[in-house]
C-alpha cells in the first residue's frame, strides 16, 4: 500500500509541503547575513484552498457526497516572497526570530500530519490483525 492511497487522505502530500517548506525557511535562516538576500515561504493555507478548488467533485445529484480533495504538491507550492516587517539597509529581508518562529510552525504541523498517519497505520493493523 503506498503512501498516496486514499486511506491517508491529505497527509502524505502535507508532509511533504511542510518538508519543503522548513528547507525554504532553512535556507532563510542560513542567508541572514547574505547582503540582497530575500527570505521565501510557502503558504499551506493557499496551496491546501487553490488544490480544494481545483478538485471539487463533480455530483450528478445534490444529495450525493463528494470526495476527499487529493492535495498535489507539484506546481502549488510555489515559494513566494515575504514581506519584510524591517528590512536591512543591504536589502536582506531575513527577519531571524520570524523565521524560527515559521520553522517551529512548519515543524509543528509536520509532526501532527506524521501522528495522524501513525495512528491511520496502527488503526489498519489493527483491523487487519484483530490485536
Not at 74 to 82: D, L, N, T
Not at 100 to 126: C, E, H, N, P, V
Amino acid at each position: 500500500m503506498a503512501l498516496e492511497d486514499p486511506l491517508f487522505g491529505i497527509h502524505p502530500a502535507a508532509l511533504q509541503l511542510q518538508r519543503q517548506r522548513m528547507e525554504l525557511i532553512a535556507a532563510n535562516i542560513a542567508n541572514a547575513d547574505t547582503p540582497g538576500f530575500q527570505a521565501r515561504d510557502i503558504d499551506f493555507r493557499q496551496v491546501l484552498a487553490a488544490t480544494q478548488a481545483a478538485a471539487a467533485p463533480q455530483r450528478s445529484n445534490p444529495a450525493h457526497l463528494g470526495g476527499a480533495p487529493q492535495l498535489s504538491v507539484g506546481e502549488r507550492a510555489e515559494p513566494s516572497f515575504r514581506v519584510p516587517m524591517q528590512p536591512a539597509q543591504d536589502g536582506n529581508t531575513v527577519d531571524v526570530q520570524v523565521e524560527q518562529a515559521q520553522f517551529a510552525d512548519a515543524a509543528l504541523r509536520y509532526r501532527a500530519s506524521m501522528g495522524f498517519l501513525d495512528a491511520r497505520i496502527k488503526g489498519l493493523i489493527t483491523a487487519l490483525t484483530g490485536q
